[in-house]
């Protein structure tokens, strides 16, 4: 399927609605750990042509949202997917005036380029044994900077 942006439509998964693991677990090592954070967050999927092509899952913890999971269908990875899921979790925490975090235990330099592009800066790296935690805060000013570098 060709990807077009205009025909993206984000939706928030429904109660009762399956649960798409199968995304999910591409970017959390276990089924355990994403029931974990689940219960309280909510979770958007990206589809085209009611084609899932990536979900987002975002907690609020006090003053600040979390992405405590982004992840994109392997056959649309790189095309602008993952970026416009981030880029609505950025839209959304700017409409609550919240901040927003994103932590990572994967050293993906794919991925932190990525958090960077969009304004995210690496605020801590956290020893979780036996993984490196890096966390990252958006800044407006970065993605401002960033966007008028295109």
């Known amino acids: 399927m060709e990807l077009t942006k205009n ?6 998964l429904q109660p009762g609605e399956r649960i798409p693991y199968d995304l999910l677990l ?4 276990s089924r355990k750990m994403i ?11 990206l589809q085209q042509a009611q084609v899932t092509l990536g979900i987002l899952a975002l907690s609020r913890h006090g003053h600040a949202l979390e992405v405590k999971n982004v992840a994109v269908a392997p056959d649309y990875q790189r095309q602008g997917v993952g970026s416009y899921l ?4 950025i839209r ?3 409409s609550k005036a919240l901040e927003i975090r994103i932590g990572t235990a994967n050293s ?3 991925q932190l380029l ?7 800066q690496i605020s801590s790296i956290e020893r979780v044994f036996p993984l490196l935690i890096i966390l ?6 970065a993605y401002r900077q960033n966007i008028s570098s295109f």
């Not at 025909?7 to 928030?12: A, D, H, L, N, T």
């Not at 591409?26 to 090592?29: G, N």
């Not at 029931?35 to 999927?45: A, N, P």
Request: glycine share 4%; proline share 2%.
């Open 136 to 141: 990252c805060r958006f800044t407006k000013t």
């Open 92 to 94: 959304i925490a700017s």
């Open 108 to 110: 993906s330099v794919y």
């Open 26 to 29: 591409l970017a959390d090592p």
């Open 86 to 89: 981030l880029e609505h979790a």
């Open 35 to 45: 029931d974990s954070y689940l219960t309280g967050s909510e979770v958007y999927l």
């Open 7 to 12: 025909s993206w439509i984000i939706r928030r």
């Open 114 to 120: 990525l958090y960077q592009l969009l304004g995210f």
